[in-house]
């Protein structure tokens, strides 16, 4: 048993950080968050250069090929900085369907564009409120084409392409549900920006009028590539999210050393000390649940459905949790449009929605918790 | 990130496993392999004794605490290998709770302080689990603020002449030896007129009284000596180092309660499972799906934690001030589950027969029980403290008795 990160890939994350750190400032952050672009997209560029899009994609088809392991560490940095970029969107989901699912020339078509920064993609799955359900999918495929309305899309203005759940059938089953890929610059698509919380995620409405769509895998497989792709993303997620989650923890932290009161530095205070003792342990469990995530989807484990939902849950609760407290723990200043705590507090409840609810993934978790116990 | 067993880890595991299966006490399967968070109870039998003569068995054969040196009655095992043989041995392993101090924290201090000719005599016995060892640290006014202790220790001739009193000494009443942190130098600011020493719990002087505890039972003890003579080569570390030896129980005492701290998840799971509400079994209400999945994810967390921190041990690092963090999350989690576990029993919830069907005294237990687990070995507030402090850096709490000398501290009360 090893249960770390082997230095290879600590020397990646090192070199992800210190990347990060100077081309994601908050600065860059903000100009995406106040409206003046929509990405960034010379991060983005930057991002494909140092090969960290296709960290995970097969050197055949203009990636790294290193592995999961290699992107979950780069997934961390990402949250750190909060980058302004389509990751989430392009690699954990996109990538990810068309690896898991594609055929040979739809990974020979999409793949490299990924990995050199050229197409971005998202996936449209919501039709409005409402967790991942296939019931409630409305958006309908038929003869090469899709319809229908789909809300919201992470990214979806922005976005080149799209893999789109859509109905083929009227069963009322799983297997009604196909997946296709679409061309988001082609003719029947119709995008709305729709403001949000955290424009550097932003969010689409996406309309389809028949739309020309390509069947990714099986289509009658669709909602059980989904789910494998939603379990993959949220480790990878949820690495992001335990990013977002420490560097609040250090903020605070280093407020707490920093800003003096009655005399004292107020991490000197007993009630701020244990604040901050908390927001340790909860990213700490959440960091050890996203390290055995980061182990069920490198080695494809039958633990993974599991894996995925425990560390999604854990991190979602832990990077609401530190960045709520760190707010507080910098009291007014903590507050203001100008210190950058709301921008991790934005992102902590932007993500924690991104891929199906904390209700959603921790009924997922039971029903995977009692599968295994009656098998 | 690798959770496959090395070849010569596979080669280990098969070896205990092999021979747990032809030596484990077979009689106890039944009630040691039901959920049993505190206390285990052995129908019609004495659990000392019973878990006397396991603990004996496993040293002959060269089981018993696997990571401690051959010579002290160890095996040499790394890390690893320790946590292969927790999982093997399973629930036989609840039958280690009376040893857990005397090996998990006495011993170690015996290792890095006693001298060559001690640890020889008195080590391979602690391992086999002839003798039974306590930790005598606390006293009435001296608990979180373990420092700031009375119990004396003088120096007459070559022996130290010890008064005094100590409180909450899990398992005195039936222990061979404890350890003992003393003052010696009152003059001196509270940390530095210490000194740690090891006695014979049947020394002339020394007299144990049980007290009842919340939950009705009696584990803990209080403890007085008078005139109590042991001779200075019982002492462990320098006179008036007695707080870093202590340094070294506590962290050891960290790990090793951390580790195996029950969370009360699997038979809160097992539980909601079986358990029948008005609108059908406990675990499709929604709002049992929500607690059980957040507590899931603590134990789930605490695991791999303690993985993390397995991982880190055996490439040599020691354990750290983050270990904190097993007791901390565990014993506040005990406590709730115990709590939300009898409300799904609604007015049932109240009944402590833990032979009915209908009801799950069990958790009823844990309740009593539970407060502590948040309590002993370091409270709440003192394990956030050393996050805080240690892990985190923060500035420490203003001590007003640091530097004064400890006979002009003020004193209140007793
Ligand atoms: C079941 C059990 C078994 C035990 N076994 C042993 C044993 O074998 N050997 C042994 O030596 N001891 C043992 N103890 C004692 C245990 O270590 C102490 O009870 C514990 O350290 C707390 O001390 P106290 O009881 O004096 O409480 P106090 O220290 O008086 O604490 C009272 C309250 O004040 C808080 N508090 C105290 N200081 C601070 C501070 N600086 N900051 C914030 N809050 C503070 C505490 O958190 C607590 O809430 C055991 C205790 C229990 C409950």
Redesign the interface.
């Known amino acids: 048993m090893n249960f770390e990160f082997s230095e290879d890939q600590k020397q990646l994350r090192d070199q992800a950080r210190r990347y990060l750190t100077e081309q994601s400032p908050p600065k860059a952050v903000r100009a995406v968050l106040e409206g003046n672009a929509p990405y960034d997209k010379a991060l983005w560029k930057g991002l494909a250069e140092m090969g960290f899009l296709g960290v995970a994609i097969p050197e055949e088809f203009g990636g790294a090929g290193a592995g999961h392991l290699e992107l979950c560490v780069i997934a961390e940095e990402i949250g750190r900085a909060l980058a302004p970029v389509p990751f989430s969107s392009t690699i954990y989901l996109a990538a990810e369907a068309i690896m898991l699912a594609g055929s040979d020339a739809q990974k020979a078509k999409w793949l490299p564009k990924i990995a050199s920064g050229e197409a971005i993609g998202t996936l449209a799955l919501f039709e409005g409120v409402g967790n991942p359900s296939h019931k409630a999918i409305k958006v309908s495929a038929s003869q090469g084409a899709v319809s229908g309305t789909k809300t919201p899309v992470a990214d979806g203005a922005i976005a080149n392409f799209a893999i789109v759940a859509a109905r083929t059938g009227s069963t009322g089953r799983e297997a009604d549900i196909g997946l296709f890929i679409v061309d988001l610059t082609g003719d029947g698509v119709t995008r709305k920006p729709l403001a949000n919380l955290d424009q550097a995620h932003g969010q689409a409405e996406i309309t389809f009028d028949r739309a020309k769509a390509e069947p990714l895998g099986n289509t009658a497989e669709g909602w059980n590539i989904l789910t494998r792709v939603l379990d993959r993303a949220a480790v990878l997620m949820a690495f992001e999210q335990v990013g977002g989650a420490d560097r609040a923890l250090e903020m605070g932290r280093d407020y707490a050393l920093d800003r003096v009161a009655f005399g004292r530095p107020i991490g000197s205070f007993q009630a701020v000390k244990h604040i901050l003792a908390d927001m340790y342990v909860s990213a700490t469990l959440a960091r050890s649940n996203c390290y055995y995530g980061a182990w069920a989807l490198s080695t494809d484990a039958g633990e993974l459905p599991e894996a995925a939902a425990t560390a999604r849950i854990s991190a979602t609760q832990a990077f609401q949790h530190c960045s709520k407290n760190n707010i507080q723990v910098h009291g007014g200043m903590g507050f203001t449009w100008e210190f950058d705590c709301h921008l991790y507090y934005r992102r902590a409840n932007v993500l924690a929605l991104s891929l199906g609810s904390l209700t959603y993934w921790e009924n997922q978790l039971i029903d995977r918790m009692r599968f295994r116990n009656a098998s | 990130?690798?959770?496959?067993?090395t070849p010569q880890?596979a080669a280990f595991r098969a070896e205990a496993r092999a021979w747990i299966q032809a030596n484990a006490p077979k009689e106890f399967e039944a009630e040691l392999s039901q959920p049993t968070v505190g206390r285990i109870k052995l129908k019609n039998r004495d659990i000392l004794e019973e878990s006397k003569k396991w603990q004996t068995k496993k040293a002959a054969a060269g089981w018993a605490c696997l990571h401690w040196p051959k010579e002290f009655g160890g095996r040499g095992a790394t890390p690893?290998e320790r946590?292969i043989w927790q999982q093997e041995e399973g629930f036989y392993g609840k039958l280690e709770g009376v040893f857990l101090i005397g090996q998990g924290m006495c011993g170690p201090t015996m290792m890095a302080f006693g001298s060559d000719a001690d640890k020889k005599k008195y080590l391979p016995p602690l391992a086999s689990g002839e003798h039974v060892w306590c930790q005598l640290f606390s006293e009435p006014s001296a608990g979180s603020d373990v420092a700031g202790l009375r119990t004396r220790a003088e120096k007459k001739g070559d022996d130290w002449i010890i008064n005094g009193q100590k409180v909450w000494t899990t398992g005195a009443h039936f222990s061979d030896y404890g350890i003992v942190i003393t003052r010696t130098d009152p003059t001196q600011p509270k940390h530095k007129g210490l000194t740690m020493f090891w006695l014979d719990m049947k020394s002339p002087g020394v007299v144990v009284k049980p007290i009842k505890q919340a939950n009705g039972q009696s584990e803990f003890n209080e403890v007085y000596f008078t005139d109590v003579k042991i001779p200075d080569s019982q002492r462990l570390g320098k006179v008036g180092d007695g707080w870093n030896v202590s340094l070294t129980t506590l962290m050891n005492e960290r790990m090793s309660i951390g580790a195996r701290q029950s969370t009360g998840f699997p038979e809160l799971?097992a539980f909601c499972?079986d358990l029948m509400l008005e609108d059908g079994p406990a675990?499709d209400d929604?709002n049992v799906?929500?607690k059980?999945?957040?507590w899931?994810?603590?134990a789930?967390?605490?695991?791999?934690?303690s993985?993390?921190s397995?991982?880190?041990l055996?490439r040599g690092e020691r354990p750290g001030p983050?270990n904190s963090?097993g007791k901390?999350?565990a014993g506040t989690m005990l406590q709730d589950i115990a709590m939300f576990a009898m409300d799904l029993q609604g007015a049932s919830g109240a009944l402590t027969d833990a032979d009915s069907p209908s009801i799950a005294g069990q958790f009823q237990s844990i309740l009593l029980r539970s407060p502590s687990d948040r309590i002993a070995g370091g409270t709440d507030?003192i394990?956030?403290?050393i996050?805080?402090?240690r892990?985190?850096?923060?500035?420490?709490?203003?001590r007003v008795d640091k530097d004064v000398p400890f006979n002009a501290i003020p004193t209140k009360g007793r």
């Open positions: 990130m690798n959770f496959d067993d880890e690893i946590v799971f499972n675990i929604k799906r929500s059980l999945a957040g899931a994810v603590k789930s967390g605490l695991k791999y934690t993985y993390r397995i991982s880190a055996s983050e963090i901390l999350v507030e394990l956030r403290n996050i805080a402090e892990v985190l850096g923060l500035p420490g709490d203003i």
